[in-house]
């Protein structure tokens, strides 16, 4: 696979966990895809296909991430509610 190939999916594995589990901060996404995501959220960021929606009522009130409308619009969805539902398998293993 080459490094465009891995980059990009890199960023559609991101992409998806944010999409999926909005809103969601680094340190959740890093749990989940098993790896560092400071290039990539700096990717997806300074591409507007996420933002900045708050922050976590936590220890360090760490950033929460979700999705932008420019998200929406590359993807032809209207909004959120649109992205196709998770397999149930998925969705138990991350409860």
């Known amino acids: 696979m080459s490094v ?4 990009l999916l890199a960023a559609m594995e991101t992409l998806s966990i944010i999409a999926f589990k ?3 901060t680094k340190q959740e996404v890093e749990s989940i895809r098993g790896v560092k995501i ?3 959220l700096s990717t997806l ?3 507007q ?10 220890i360090g009130r760490p950033i929460l991430y979700g999705t932008t409308d420019e998200f ?5 969805l ?3 509610k649109d992205l196709p539902p998770l397999p149930e398998l998925i969705q138990e293993n991350q409860s």
């Open 72 to 76: 929406l619009k590359c993807l032809g």
């Open 38 to 40: 400071d290039k990539v």
């Open 49 to 58: 296909m996420i933002r900045e929606v708050g922050r976590k009522e936590t």
């Open 45 to 47: 960021l300074e591409r």
């Open 78 to 80: 209207e909004s959120l």
């Open 4 to 7: 465009c190939s891995q980059k």
């Open 22 to 24: 909005q809103p969601i």
